[in-house]
């Protein structure tokens, strides 16, 4: 059994940051045997890729809303997966879940293998 837990999330200014991070757990999963990503979801919208990496992280490919704005790490030896978010905007607050897939096309379109429950990101104005 897979787990992928997110933290970090919180209430912030406009144009502030905030870093998310994803732990896994279960045995066999590692980060570099998957597409690895963030989407998020808005209260009424629908769920929306923010950002991900392919396998072994040789490309990292984000929605054209980040503009710039959220760089996607990874970390081996914690074994985890960051979203760093700066600039942010209130329309930026949402639920932010990390993902896995088979590939990065999957991950991009939905198609996941594991996902989390998510962390609350809130952004004032």
Request: aromatic content about 12%; hydrophobic content about 35%; overall charge neutral.
């Amino acid at each position: 059994q897979v787990h992928l837990v997110e933290s970090g999330g919180g209430l912030v200014a406009a144009g502030g940051s905030l870093t998310l991070s994803c732990a896994a757990s279960g045995r066999s999963f590692s980060f570099d045997n998957r597409a690895m990503g963030w989407f998020r979801q808005a209260p009424g919208k629908e769920r929306e890729f923010v950002g991900g990496m392919s396998r072994g992280a040789y490309y990292t490919g984000y929605a054209d809303f980040v503009q710039g704005r959220f760089t996607i790490s990874k970390n081996n030896v914690k074994n985890t997966m960051e979203l760093q978010m700066n600039s942010l905007k209130p329309e930026d607050t949402a639920v932010y879940s990390c993902a896995a897939a088979n590939n990065y096309r999957s991950l991009s379109e939905g198609e996941l293998d594991y996902w989390g429950q998510g962390t609350q990101v809130t952004v004032s104005s």
